[in-house]
């Protein structure tokens, strides 16, 4: 009997330790990959077909952001005002996968709602300074859209 209990509480313990060492492991995934996390959008910015500016404060705009190791996952969402009663309407949505280097991040949308084909890319140019994520995406020399994301986790 005494046999047994110990062998049942060395288990245990073996078992602690290989859970212990799976969260050391994301740990360390998290500290080599600075995206993993959810990301609320603080500002930003984009420019439309006709070469204008469209701020997202001023188009009440509300965005989360879902990162995993290897796929994102966004929502925006426009604040309008029904009736006196502010609701909110769907925007935009896009997940898929995503690379990055020290200074870009990729994605590649692979169901999204604003008529991206699978294979085409998105890439920004990235700062982490402290709990946000400042992007910028150029392409062929214009400055395309501009964001500032707020770490939630």
Same mark, same amino acid.
């Given at each position: 009997?005494?046999?047994?209990?110990?062998?049942?509480?060395?288990?245990?313990?073996?078992?602690?330790?290989?859970?212990?060492?799976?969260?050391?492991?994301?740990?360390?995934?998290?500290?080599?990959?600075?995206?993993?996390?959810?990301?609320?959008?603080?500002?930003?910015?984009?420019?439309?077909?006709?070469?204008?500016?469209?701020?997202?404060?001023?188009?009440?705009?509300?965005?989360?952001? /879902?990162?995993?190791? &290897?796929?994102?996952?966004?929502?925006?969402?426009?604040? /309008?005002?029904?009736? #006196?009663?502010?609701? &909110?309407?769907?925007?935009?949505?896009?997940? #898929?996968?995503?690379?990055?280097?020290?200074?870009?991040?990729?994605?590649?949308?692979?169901?999204? &709602?604003? #008529?991206?084909?699978?294979?085409?890319?998105?890439?920004?140019?990235?700062?982490?300074?402290?709990?946000?994520?400042?992007?910028?995406? /150029?392409?062929?020399?214009?400055?395309?859209?501009?964001?500032?994301?707020?770490?939630?986790?």
């Amino acid at each position: 009997m005494i046999a047994a209990s110990r062998l049942a509480l060395l288990a245990l313990i073996l078992l602690l330790m290989n859970i212990a060492s799976t969260f050391t492991a994301s740990a360390t995934e998290l500290s080599a990959n600075p995206f993993i996390g959810s990301w609320q959008l603080g500002s930003g910015k984009y420019l439309d077909d006709k070469g204008e500016w469209q701020d997202y404060a001023a188009l009440n705009l509300k965005a989360i952001k /879902v990162i995993s190791a &290897s796929h994102f996952s966004f929502t925006t969402m426009k604040e /309008v005002n029904q009736d #006196g009663e502010v609701k &909110s309407e769907f925007w935009a949505a896009g997940t #898929g996968h995503y690379e990055f280097t020290d200074t870009r991040y990729i994605e590649y949308p692979a169901l999204n &709602s604003f #008529g991206v084909a699978e294979g085409e890319s998105f890439a920004f140019e990235y700062e982490i300074k402290g709990q946000e994520l400042h992007t910028k995406r /150029v392409e062929k020399d214009v400055l395309k859209e501009v964001e500032v994301w707020q770490r939630l986790d």
